[in-house]
């Protein structure tokens, strides 16, 4: 298969990649005012939708949001998991999706931090990306996509669970 026959057939799997982006971005949007409520100045990227798909590559994100972190600017990926929990306690699997593999593997910079929220966006877990020693790839159905993938997961002891109400606790003097 050519890399055109490959492209046109990712946009047959994936028909709804651009209203998933929308969505995603309100989410983003969300997280971002989460964490200005908290006292992080936090910036979130703008999106970019690329009018055809072979343009794809050029139109891929550098990053969720920014956040001020010890005097620099850090990345921060927010991520919506279609699951409910409120806390590790009901969590409902031992290890949970951080992203995407390649997401991971081609980020510069890395994010310093995953923001994963549960389906109704009350609550969430913070990954640091200085845990990933502790993550697994795995490969999986990818019910949205239609097709096997790549993931990173990582144990559900290497997150810590917020109510979206609550103080986050994360310093910027910690060293993560």
Excluded at 133 to 161: H, Q, S, T, Y
Aim: some cysteine; charged content about 30%; proline content about 4%.
């Amino acid at each position: 298969m050519t890399v055109m026959e490959n492209l046109k057939q990712y946009e047959i799997d994936d028909p709804n990649f651009v209203d998933d982006l929308k969505k995603s971005d309100s989410h983003v949007a969300k997280v971002v005012k989460w964490l200005q409520g908290k006292g992080i100045t936090a910036r979130k990227q703008p999106i970019k939708i690329r009018d055809k798909v072979e343009n794809m590559s050029a139109f891929s994100d550098d990053g969720d949001i920014f956040i001020d972190w010890q005097g620099g600017e850090e990345r921060v990926e927010a991520k919506q998991r279609h699951i409910n929990f409120t806390s590790e306690n009901d969590f409902p699997y031992g290890t949970i999706i951080v992203d995407a593999a390649h997401n991971w593997d081609n980020a510069n910079p890395k994010p310093r931090f995953y923001i994963l929220t549960n389906d109704a966006v009350t609550h969430c877990c913070v990954v640091k990306g200085s845990t990933y020693d502790n993550w697994i790839r795995v490969k999986k159905w990818d019910r949205f996509k239609k097709r096997d993938r790549w993931f990173l997961e990582c144990p559900v002891g290497c997150a810590k669970f917020y109510s979206m109400d609550s103080k986050m606790e994360i310093k910027p003097n910690e060293n993560v």
